[in-house]
């Protein structure tokens, strides 16, 4: 902890000096040089690159896991950057692995397993098998969704509750808005706005922060508000912010609906003006946790915010340089020797420090694959933004 202090110290430093640019195609050819590693490490494509265990060997997950689309998303990125050939090669093999989970009807993570590596994969190359893949997931998705309930149900139990949904599954709507433009099904885009609607009603404090969970009866009825990977019911777990914020720029960017314009910039204003957002902006894994400033940040979720916050500046919105600003802030700092890691260790993975389920005592203060996807993806709409400037 001591020396995590003291490398930030150095880069809040070295920022207030006047370090005002990202260099995106260095970080990119620094990524590349890990994900190679990463690959030639990685020779089984029915196990996924998640993390790393506490014994510090590599933590892989069968492709039915939730993470399971990421590191195909992630490749497709350094492809799109560096226009290497070797990476679509690697890319194409990655996300082929996981198609068998177009038929998953199980879980609510399709979003995340399919649209990362083959939405990806087909904007960048219009492979008309990556399109029939991903209809047939959205159908798959789709089947989650009870219109008596009005959301797509998250996890098939959750303490004695049959009907969990939580905030992560706001990340699974832009994968059914792809589904609706291109399958023509309305159904589709309808889920996405009953889901969106009941998520706004039910999941939010008046200070705009997020419960992880929320349990409905058969009928609609909000049972119970909980939190699985957050510190307490009533904290605002910092990743759960981030894939809020995230959940609805995508949901304003798809219906121009100014209640989801409205709502994002509520989580924004939460986190950004959260008392316990340190000096470098990456989160601390849960915002009320107890012992801050000695808790374990979450690399993650600065990525996943920083993406969103990205996006939302480009929405003609007053604080729409203040958003471009903050995430620029938090992309610095993950590019920084206190987050990112040096080339051939951290298990190939691009960024330390973060938290999966410290409840649990599951992934903490370790790397994650999607921080990775988050943050190849931050660097892509900086780099966009930076050069329409």
């Given at each position: 902890?001591?020396?995590?202090?003291?490398l930030?110290s150095i880069t809040?430093?070295?920022?207030?000096?006047?370090q005002?640019?990202?260099?995106?195609?260095?970080?990119?050819?620094?990524?590349?040089q890990?994900?190679e590693?990463m690959?030639?490490?990685?020779?089984?494509?029915?196990?996924?690159p998640?993390?790393?265990?506490?014994?510090?060997?590599?933590?892989?997950?069968?492709?039915?896991w939730?993470?399971s689309?990421?590191?195909?998303?992630?490749?497709?990125?350094?492809f799109?950057?560096?226009?290497?050939p070797q990476?679509?090669?690697?890319a194409?093999?990655?996300?082929?692995a996981?198609?068998k989970?177009q038929?998953?009807?199980?879980?609510?993570?399709?979003?995340?397993?399919?649209?990362c590596?083959?939405?990806?994969?087909?904007?960048?190359?219009?492979?008309?098998?990556?399109?029939s893949?991903?209809?047939?997931?959205?159908?798959?998705l789709?089947t989650?969704?009870?219109?008596?309930?009005?959301?797509i149900?998250?996890?098939?139990k959750?303490?004695?509750?049959?009907?969990?949904?939580?905030?992560?599954?706001?990340?699974?709507l832009?994968?059914?808005?792809?589904?609706?433009?291109?399958s023509?099904?309305?159904?589709?885009?309808?889920?996405?706005?009953?889901?969106?609607d009941?998520?706004?009603?039910?999941?939010f404090?008046?200070?705009?922060?997020?419960y992880?969970?929320?349990?409905y009866?058969?009928?609609?009825?909000?049972l119970?508000?909980?939190?699985?990977?957050?510190?307490?019911?009533?904290?605002?777990?910092s990743?759960?912010?981030?894939w809020?914020?995230?959940?609805?720029?995508?949901?304003?960017?798809?219906?121009?609906?100014?209640?989801?314009?409205?709502q994002?910039?509520r989580?924004a204003?939460?986190?950004?003006?959260?008392?316990n957002?340190?000096?470098?902006?990456?989160?601390?894994?849960?915002?009320?946790?107890?012992?801050?400033?000695?808790?374990?940040?979450?690399?993650?979720?600065?990525?996943i915010?920083?993406s969103?916050?990205?996006?939302?500046?480009?929405?003609?919105?007053?604080?729409?340089?203040?958003?471009?600003?903050?995430?620029?802030?938090?992309?610095?700092?993950?590019?920084?020797?206190?987050?990112?890691?040096?080339?051939?260790?951290?298990?190939?993975?691009?960024l330390?420090?973060s938290?999966?389920?410290?409840?649990?005592?599951s992934?903490?203060?370790v790397p994650?694959?999607?921080?990775?996807?988050?943050y190849?993806?931050g660097?892509?709409?900086?780099?966009?933004?930076?050069?329409?400037k």
């Open positions: 902890m001591k020396k995590l202090l003291f930030l809040l430093t070295f920022n207030a000096l006047g005002s640019k990202i260099d995106v195609k260095k970080q990119f050819a620094l990524a590349a890990q994900y590693g690959l030639k490490s990685h020779q089984d494509i029915t196990k996924t998640q993390s790393t265990n506490a014994d510090g060997s590599p933590r892989d997950m069968p492709t039915t939730w993470c689309g990421f590191f195909g998303g992630s490749l497709w990125y350094l799109e950057e560096t226009k290497d990476w679509k090669v690697a194409e093999k990655w996300t082929m996981i198609q989970e038929y998953n009807t199980g879980t609510h993570d399709l979003g995340f397993m399919l649209y590596p083959f939405g990806n994969g087909y904007r960048l190359t219009k492979n008309p098998e990556y399109k893949i991903m209809l047939n997931g959205a159908k798959s789709a989650r969704f009870n219109p008596k309930v009005g959301v149900k998250s996890w098939n959750f303490q004695s509750f049959d009907y969990p949904v939580i905030i992560d599954n706001m990340m699974n832009e994968f059914l808005f792809w589904a609706a433009r291109e023509g099904n309305k159904e589709f885009y309808n889920i996405c706005l009953s889901h969106a009941s998520t706004l009603k039910h999941h404090r008046p200070n705009g922060s997020s992880h969970v929320i349990c009866d058969k009928d609609g009825t909000v119970r508000k909980k939190t699985a990977q957050g510190y307490a019911d009533y904290s605002a777990w990743r759960g912010q981030a809020a914020l995230y959940g609805y720029v995508v949901m304003y960017r798809e219906t121009k609906q100014k209640k989801y314009l409205a994002a910039q989580i204003s939460y986190i950004l003006n959260n008392p957002l340190p000096k470098d902006k990456i989160p601390y894994w849960d915002y009320n946790a107890p012992n801050i400033p000695n808790e374990e940040r979450d690399a993650s979720a600065a990525a915010t920083a969103a916050l990205l996006e939302l500046s480009t929405m003609k919105v007053a604080k729409g340089k203040a958003y471009f600003k903050a995430a620029e802030m938090m992309l610095q700092n993950l590019s920084t020797p206190v987050y990112k890691a040096k080339i051939g260790e951290n298990n190939h993975f691009i330390m420090h938290t999966g389920h410290k409840p649990a005592k992934e903490v203060d994650l694959v999607y921080a990775d996807y988050y190849l993806e660097l892509l709409r900086y780099q966009t933004l930076t050069k329409k």
